[in-house]
Nanobody, 119 residues
Framework: QVQVVESGGGLVQAGGSLRLSCATS????????MGWYRQAPGKQRELVAT???????NYAGSVKGRFTISRDNANNTVYLQMNSLKPDDTAVYYC?????????????WGQGTQVTVSS
């Protein structure tokens, strides 16, 4: 059974930093694409960042230069380092484990972790 568990959310002031973690189990991790998404109140879930099994990354324009996605295959974990946080970054952040090395079209979701950025 695949498990995806996020952690690291919290309350931070604008300009601050947070590091989210996503631990996975039940599936070969190194061969899977991983992604971070977020959903703010009243808005649709949106892609934040992705990383393929080969380590290629992609970012939403709104976070490029501020957020960094990385993966630790030895520990089946993906991270999202978030710097220079803004109130607009406030959302529930979700991790997704893709079922292929390069696509997140199909995968398993975590339960989400709340990030709140105060002005």
């Amino acid at each position: 059974q695949v498990q995806v568990v996020e952690s690291g959310g919290g309350l931070v002031q604008a300009g601050g930093s947070l590091r989210l973690s996503c631990a996975t189990s039940g599936r070969i991790f190194s061969g899977n694409a991983m992604g971070w998404y977020r959903q703010a109140p009243g808005k649709q879930r949106e892609l934040v960042a992705t990383i393929t099994s080969s380590g290629s990354t992609n970012y939403a324009g709104s976070v490029k230069g501020r957020f960094t996605i990385s993966r630790d295959n030895a520990n089946n974990t993906v991270y999202l380092q978030m710097n220079s946080l803004k109130p607009d970054d406030t959302a529930v952040y979700y991790c997704k484990l893709g079922y292929s090395g390069s696509s997140l079209s199909f995968g398993s979701w975590g339960q989400g972790t709340q990030v709140t950025v105060s002005s």
